[in-house]
């Protein structure tokens, strides 16, 4: 029976695969660090599943189609090769690793594909027929290596900053194999792949540097990781993929000749059989690529699997290997290049329109290893640079030209961008202060704007939950499959500097959040920018237990009032910016709702001012332990900073204490002490501004 994809599978998949992972911790091999304890890929976790599903029948329909006209899928050519480009993007260290390292997984990758006699690929499986080519032809015809190297400190990433590797450097996807080696991905991850007609922006793998290939910073590795991610690229999904399922033919990884396993492994448990509706019943496949497994265990890719990446080929990525792109790429046989290549001049930068006084970082990414290098800076300063990432400022308004040489051994090239760079004023933005506590019935509010950049779901006005009045701000984790996308909540751009010259200027906000899994966060980010939104540096960030103010809950999560927790962010070091821009992000995770209510950017007084104007009060008191022997523990949630007065009670109305104390935003813990007094009942009264509220204490003897 086929199993069609649900909905709840998509959900709680990507965890059960988590869930293993904080065991295979302890499983991997000693001195290879076992970083974050996150999934070794990240292709769970980044796939929106209904894209998957598209793209998986249209592979299955290949499959059939080829099969009803006999047509003996391995056997038409010789060979399939795909041409290969690899981007590292490095900070200078390990991670930007030698050509020799990059020479070794493209070896790798034709000894595991090719199952290559005499190499560690010559496994029980079989040989798909597809061959890798490091590139020798770029996409305008130039000589390569096939390598780009550049500078950035995107080389540690998260997932959703996927589309700033491909604004740095990417070559034509239906052309070649785009590879990117990074220092780090965060979460434990080693490597991602794009799968078949998914997004063409984002088509390509990536992987850490210290998992690819088997000599320098990966020395003591395999290259499976790649092996493993270029699977996926060719369509192939994990051998865990959907648990056992129901058929190990039309479910599961979709291929008839793997055995269906329930969970990832690692190491290599030989004897480990975790589905017994395969028949004959056979024990999991530990050593396919397409396993977590460790890379010393891996070295099959079955008929089955062969079979997919060849519908793959023939029907999505059938440019590729054609023999006009190989000669185009300089992967045809018959290509000889030379021994080096004349350096070819490139250069990138991620943000072109900047304010007046902003700086722009340009990176060279010229091809065949300049040794010298002459920047020119039309309106910049400086106005030459020989670095290879210069950071340069534009005074004055206007487009402006770019223009690079560069020299190595072979002779030298250079390029020229004219109006590559806008530079515009700065505005002033809105005096302070600015008060956000999205009552009005217009969404966004006037001035705010929700980026959506993925489409789907997103940041949304919510009468459920709120601190102030009736409404707060909500994302949708719960339902968000598509795990890494980003929601922004843009601000206004702001005056930072429109306050007395006295007073402390801070942000303040409210939020309330749950997990749906305690293995599972989605993440909340503030960031500011204070150069016309092009750059953003991090504020405040959020995740796991520093966001979650409520229960763990796989139903909808709704705060109580006492569950609001507050942050307060000084930006005092920002004050002089005249034109800034404040954003909050979501990023996915499929947790739960987020909420986000009374987002205050001022005085201390326009923080607080802004709480306490409210019709509705929102603290919420107890005490513990209760019945107590003398000593009990008054917690107070405050909205807002202020004073309180505590006083205790007999309860025949004989006052036992009064005093003051100063209360913090969000939870306080005011210890009670009633050793000195007699068994009995007791009243506390809390009293806070025109509020007051009483609880009972019973002192045991
Ligand atoms: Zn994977």
Redesign the pocket.
């Known amino acids: 029976m086929m199993r069609t994809w649900k909905f709840q599978r998509t959900k709680i998949f990507p965890r059960a695969i988590i869930l293993l992972c904080a065991f295979m911790l302890y499983c991997i091999p000693p001195g290879i660090p076992a970083e974050d304890g996150g999934?070794?890929?990240?292709?769970?976790q980044i796939h929106d599943q209904a894209a998957l599903q598209a793209a998986q029948l249209r592979i299955q329909d290949a499959i059939q189609a080829r099969k009803a006209q006999k047509d003996a899928l391995l056997d038409e050519h010789e060979s399939y090769t795909i041409p290969v480009v690899v981007h590292i993007l490095h900070e200078g260290g390990d991670e930007n690793i030698s050509d020799d390292q990059v020479h070794s997984q493209i070896r790798i990758l034709n000894e595991d594909f090719g199952r290559l006699p005499g190499t560690p690929g010559a496994g029980e499986g079989v040989d798909s027929k597809l061959r890798f080519c490091l590139a020798r032809l770029d996409p305008q015809g130039r000589c390569t290596d096939g390598i780009v190297r550049i500078r950035t400190a995107l080389s540690d990433h998260q997932t959703f900053q996927r589309p700033q590797l491909g604004a740095l450097s990417f070559w034509e996807p239906t052309r070649y194999l785009n590879i990117y080696v990074v220092g780090r991905i965060a979460g434990g991850v080693s490597?991602?792949?794009s799968f078949p007609d998914g997004p063409p922006e984002e088509d390509g793998i990536v992987v850490e540097h210290n998992h690819f290939g088997n000599v320098g910073s990966a020395e003591g590795r395999m290259g499976r990781t790649t092996t493993?991610?270029v699977?996926?690229w060719l369509g192939l999904f994990?051998t865990f993929h959907n648990g056992c399922g129901d058929d190990p033919c039309t479910d599961g990884d979709f291929v008839c000749d793997t055995p269906p396993a329930s969970a990832p492994h690692s190491g290599c448990p030989w004897l480990v059989n975790s589905c017994h509706n395969d028949e004959p019943d056979t024990r999991d496949q530990v050593e396919n690529y397409?396993d977590?497994t460790s890379d010393v265990c891996r070295n099959v890719f079955t008929a089955g699997q062969a079979e997919r990446m060849h519908a793959t080929i023939k029907e999505i990525r059938s440019v590729i290997w054609s023999d006009a792109n190989l000669q185009a790429s300089g992967c045809d046989e018959d290509y000889t290049p030379p021994d080096d290549c004349v350096v070819a001049a490139d250069f990138v930068a991620l943000h072109r329109e900047i304010c007046i006084g902003n700086s722009i970082e340009f990176m060279d990414r010229s091809l065949n290893k300049a040794t010298r290098r002459l920047w020119t800076f039309e309106g910049g300063d400086p106005a030459s640079s020989e670095e290879s990432n210069p950071e340069v400022s534009y005074a004055a308004a206007g487009k402006y030209s770019v223009t690079l040489r560069v020299w190595n051994a072979e002779g030298g090239d250079s390029i020229s961008r004219s109006d590559y760079i806008t530079v515009q004023p700065p505005g002033t933005g809105a005096a302070l202060p600015f008060n956000a506590h999205f009552e009005a019935d217009e969404f966004p509010p006037a001035g705010i704007e929700i980026n959506n950049l993925d489409g789907g779901i997103s940041w949304e006005r919510d009468s459920l939950a709120a601190v102030s009045g009736r409404y707060s701000l909500r994302i949708n984790n719960l339902v968000n499959t598509n795990f890494g996308s980003v929601d922004e909540v843009l601000l206004p751009f702001l005056d930072l500097s429109s306050i007395p010259a006295d007073c402390t200027l801070s942000l303040g906000f409210h939020w309330a959040y749950a997990r749906s899994d305690p293995n599972f966060s989605d993440e909340l980010l503030v960031l500011l920018s204070t150069d016309c939104g092009n750059t953003f540096t991090r504020l405040f960030y959020g995740a796991g237990n520093s966001l979650a103010t409520g229960p763990t809950q796989e139903t909808p999560y709704i705060p109580k009032d006492e569950e609001w927790r507050s942050a307060r962010i000084d930006l005092q070091e920002h004050r002089s910016a005249r034109y800034a821009r404040i954003k909050f992000v979501n990023v996915t995770d499929g947790g739960n709702n987020l909420y986000l209510d009374d987002i205050a950017i001022g005085t201390s007084a326009d923080l607080t001012v802004d709480v306490r104007n409210e019709s509705r009060g929102h603290f919420n008191v107890a005490i513990a332990p209760n019945p107590s022997g003398g000593d009990a523990a008054l917690s107070i949630f405050a909205p807002a900073a202020g004073q309180a007065t505590i006083s205790v009670f007999h309860i025949l109305g004989r006052k036992e204490s009064r005093h003051n104390v100063v209360l913090q935003v969000g939870r306080n813990s005011i210890p009670l002490r009633l050793t000195h007094v007699p068994a009995g009942t007791y009243v506390v009264e809390i009293q806070v501004e025109s509020q007051t509220m009483t609880r009972r204490l019973v002192k045991l003897p």
């Open positions: 999934p070794p890929c990240a292709f769970d490597g991602y792949a493993h991610e699977g996926h994990h397409m977590y």
